[in-house]
């Protein structure tokens, strides 16, 4: 009974660098989210998938962030030229989509925590 | 836009006490409300909600009223027990349309003492 896998759990990196953190979300589920949480914040909304498509992509910060879901099942969010700022936990979340189109109950991953230096 | 303010933690409460943790938000339209907890070494889970004025959500000896007169959605327990020790998040999104956003406090910690 797998839930929601995110890695690497753990990200150093240099201000600059290029990273991707990866979401494994709960088998068939097809919706999907990418939040992030920084150090006394609440989860703020980044990105959600429907399927293979960014639904809704009006939480991402800047054009620095990317994300993908070539198969409608594992997401990879992309964050070119890292800077200090992005530090943060990255938590992914999956759903079933409810009755009527509605979102089912959000199931996050434990996060990637990402440093930048 | 819609916002939700939680009480400021931490909170340290010894075992069998009573637990309460403010909630109010602010939104437009009929926003469903959430109560979230992250455990030591977990994700984020649900742990209870309510989706229209005077519902009580319930769950693990939680309890939380959605009074929109009030606009608030404080989050109780009558007796805490060590196990109850965690981050807990209030959270809205609006009932219909993109519900999948959700707006969520800052978090409150909890530690309880045996």
């Known amino acids: 009974g797998a839930g929601v896998s995110q890695t690497p759990s753990n990200k150093v990196t240099e201000k600059g660098k290029y990273v991707e953190l990866r979401c494994d979300p709960i088998s068939g589920h097809t919706a999907l989210y990418w939040y992030r949480q920084s150090l006394g914040q609440g989860p703020e909304f980044l990105i959600y998938f429907q399927g293979t498509g960014a639904a809704d992509d009006s939480g991402l910060p800047n054009d620095r962030f990317f994300a993908v879901r070539p198969e409608g099942s594992v997401s990879t969010l992309k964050i070119q030229r890292t800077e200090r700022g992005d530090s943060a936990v990255y938590l992914c979340?999956?759903?079933?989509?409810?009755?009527?189109?509605?979102?089912?109950?959000?199931?996050f991953g434990e996060g990637s925590r990402l440093t930048v230096l | 836009g819609d916002s939700v303010t939680q009480m400021e933690g931490p909170v340290t409460l010894s075992e069998e006490a009573f637990l309460t943790i403010n909630c109010t938000y602010t939104?437009?339209?009929?926003?469903?409300l959430f109560w979230y907890v992250q455990y030591p070494g977990e994700g984020l889970q649900l742990l209870l909600k309510a989706t229209k004025a005077d519902d009580k959500g319930s769950n693990k000896g939680f309890e939380a009223t959605y009074r929109k007169e009030t606009t608030s959605f404080h989050l109780e327990k009558g007796s805490v027990q060590v196990s109850d020790s965690a981050v807990y998040f209030c959270?809205?999104?609006?009932?219909?349309?993109?519900?999948?956003?959700?707006?969520f406090g800052a978090g409150t910690t909890v530690t309880v003492r045996a």
């Open positions: 979340a999956s759903s079933l989509l409810g009755e009527t189109g509605r979102t089912g109950e959000l199931f």
């Open positions: 939104a437009t339209g009929y926003p469903s």
């Open positions: 959270a809205l999104n609006q009932a219909w349309g993109n519900d999948y956003k959700l707006s």
